[in-house]
């Protein structure tokens, strides 16, 4: 059984930092790209963050460039996501999300986690 499990979010202040984890399992980790989505109230899930299998080349949405950084375990088949400088227009509900490529559209993805919230307050 697939399964992604993402945690790590909680309430931060603006300026401060977060790291959430994205475990996986029930596939072969190395095979697929794992990417981050989030949904604020109100709006659509947008991506956030991908890294690619294979050669771990990663991608990150222009709002986000500078302040987060995604990276890999494959030792641990988990997936990170540092967030620094947070802004309370980050605030959202967090999800992790395989696929066996990067794609910032979510439909495309087959696996989701339950989402971990991220509050930033100002």
């Known amino acids: 059984e697939v399964q992604l499990q993402a945690s790590g979010g909680g309430l931060v202040q603006a300026g401060g930092s977060l790291r959430l984890s994205c475990a996986a399992s029930g596939f072969t980790f190395g095979d697929y790209a794992i990417g981050w989505f989030r949904q604020a109230p109100g709006k659509e899930r947008e991506g956030v963050s991908c890294i690619s299998s294979g050669d771990g080349g990663t991608y990150y949405a222009n709002s986000v460039k500078g302040r987060f950084t995604i990276s890999s375990d494959n030792a641990k088949n988990t997936v990170y996501l540092q967030m620094n400088s947070l802004k309370p227009e980050d605030t959202a509900v967090y999800y992790c999300?395989?696929?066996?490529?990067?794609?910032?559209?979510?439909?495309?993805?087959?696996?989701w986690g339950q989402g971990t919230q991220v509050t930033v307050s100002s």
């Open positions: 999300a395989a696929e066996l490529h990067c794609s910032g559209v979510w439909s495309e993805y087959d696996y």
